[in-house]
């Protein structure tokens, strides 16, 4: 079983909010202020290149289970832990791969969209993504 089919199993299982990676990326979304909001947090830790890269169009650079952690920070990892049941170490290792991807698919112009609910948007799209 893949990383990110434990990680949408476990967070699928308590019923409730959970929906799999979709659920914790979403969780993430709103925890800070949306899509801008996350990729600014990036910015302010050093890691704007890497963010700026899954924005583009050319190649996404990784982002490391550790480079998460520095960013989101341990109290925000704990509670998304808490949320849906898993340690933060597996939150941390299934967001550096899915993160980049789910920024990815949300900026398919390269920019932050404008209008709309965007909050929105980006869980219906994970939803799609990962088939919950």
Known sequence: MGLLDQLAGAAGAGG?????MAGVLGSLL?????????IDKFGQQGLGDAAA?????GENQPISAEQ????????????????FGLDSATIAQGLSTALPLMVDKLTPDGQVPQGGDLLSQGVGLLKGLFGR
Not at 16 to 20: N, S, V
Not at 30 to 38: A, K, R, V, Y
Not at 68 to 83: C, D, Y
């Open 30 to 38: 709103e925890q800070n202020g949306g899509l801008s909001g996350l």
């Open 53 to 57: 890269s899954w924005m583009s169009t």
């Open 68 to 83: 998460i952690e520095s960013v989101l920070g341990g109290t925000q990892l704990g509670e998304l832990a808490g949320r």
């Open 16 to 20: 409730g909010e959970g929906q799999g």
